[in-house]
Nanobody, 122 residues
Framework: QVQLVESGGGLVQAGGSLRLSCAAS????????MGWFRQAPGKEREFVSF????????RYAESVKGRFTISRDNAKNTVYLQMVSLEPDDTAVYYC???????????????WGKGTLVTVSS
C-alpha cells in the first residue's frame, strides 16, 4: 500500500520557521517527481513546490519563492520543505504529492498524503 506521510506542521508566529517532511513508502519512487500543494480555509488547493528525482529541476510558486526550500533524500524516500519568514497567508493544510508523469498539476498527481496543518499567527 502506497503511503505518503507528512509531518512537521504546527503553530508558529509570523516570521518563524517550520520544516515539513514527507516519507513515502509502499513502492519504488525512482524517477518520481515529488512536492507540495497547500489548501487554505475556503480556498482551492494550490501548487507550492516540486523537485524531480535527480533534484535537477525545482520550481516554486511565486508566493513562496525566496522563503521556502524543497529538498529530497532518495535513500530515505523523503521530501522536505523548509519554510522561513512565514506569513499568516501561509496558513493552510500542506499536502505531499508524487507523480511519475512529466508535469506536476493537481489533476495528474498519482499519490497524495493526508496533509499536515500549518498555522501562522500574526
Amino acid at each position: 500500500q502506497v503511503q505518503l506521510v507528512e509531518s512537521g506542521g504546527g503553530l508558529v508566529q509570523a516570521g518563524g520557521s517550520l520544516r515539513l517532511s514527507c516519507a513515502a513508502s509502499g513502492r519504488t519512487f525512482v524517477g518520481y517527481t515529488m512536492g507540495w500543494f497547500r489548501q487554505a480555509p475556503g480556498k482551492e488547493r494550490e501548487f507550492v513546490s516540486f523537485i524531480t528525482w535527480s533534484g535537477g529541476h525545482i520550481r516554486y510558486a511565486e508566493s513562496v519563492k525566496g522563503r521556502f526550500t524543497i529538498s529530497r533524500d532518495n535513500a530515505k524516500n523523503t521530501v522536505y520543505l523548509q519554510m522561513v519568514s512565514l506569513e499568516p497567508d501561509d496558513t493552510a493544510v500542506y499536502y505531499c504529492a508524487a507523480t511519475g508523469g512529466t508535469t506536476f498539476y493537481a489533476n495528474g498527481i498519482a499519490y497524495w498524503g493526508k496533509g499536515t496543518l500549518v498555522t501562522v499567527s500574526s
